[in-house]
């Protein structure tokens, strides 16, 4: 079975500053990966996918993310913090195609300080 | 395009009643995939339908069912509701087959006293 680790509850940067939030996944076949972010009081969003082709991916909002096999991680990354950046930010897991649910990890709720 | 809509937006609920929840997929897509999302949690996979049956599920009790009509919109029935039922659940439709990318709904509030 997969699953998805978040490390860090909050992260709290500056605007203007480097994001960096972490996820190391687990499976035992190669996955599929995703980033989500979630406003308050909305569904989520997809920022960014990884289905096996370059490894760095990027995505929305000036967004990326970089697979890393041997590290087993999938850590997003924006150079610069905008105070819209400020919402949950979920890690998700996927094994074979679409018939498979997304595995999500707890969350990492990010923080811009003016 | 209207996205992934989901009704109702909020929902109250007692111990031991019965719920409906629904789900109208985006434009074009097939499939649709229920998520229980705790406070607090990132989401968890109910089930996924598709072709008006359930294809995959996650690890919820059988209280949780659900179904799928013709024009591929989607019903979440929970039944003999607890407490820890109390959650956001999202709706998420994609296309089948190969890797889709899954568009999640707004959601629905259920407070279980």
């Known amino acids: 079975a997969q699953s998805v680790t978040q490390l860090g509850s909050h992260v709290s940067v500056s605007e203007g500053a480097l994001v960096l939030l972490r996820c190391n996944y687990s499976s035992s076949v190669p996955p599929y990966l995703f980033w989500y972010v979630q406003y308050p009081n909305q569904g989520l969003q997809l920022l960014l996918k990884y289905t096996s082709a370059a490894t760095l991916v990027k995505g929305i909002n000036g967004f990326e993310a970089e697979f890393k096999k041997s590290e087993t991680s999938f850590h997003l990354t924006k150079p610069s913090a905008h105070m819209s950046d400020a919402a949950e930010y979920f890690c998700a897991v996927r094994v074979g195609g679409g018939a498979d649910g997304l595995t999500f990890g707890k969350g990492t709720h990010l923080i811009i300080q003016p | ?113």
């Open chain 2, 1 to 113: 395009d209207a996205g992934v809509t989901q009704s109702p937006t909020h929902l109250i609920k007692t111990r031991g009643q019965q719920v409906t929840l629904r789900c109208s997929p985006k434009s074009g897509h097939d499939t649709v995939s229920w998520y229980q999302q705790a406070l607090g949690q990132g989401p968890q996979f109910i089930f996924q339908y598709y072709e008006e049956e359930e294809r995959q599920r996650g690890n919820f009790p059988d209280r949780f069912s659900g179904h799928q009509f013709p024009n591929y919109s989607s019903e979440l029935n929970v039944n003999a509701l607890l407490l820890g039922d109390s959650a956001l659940y999202l709706c998420a439709s994609s296309l089948a087959g190969g890797f889709n990318e899954q568009f999640f709904g707004p959601g629905t509030r259920l407070t279980v006293l």
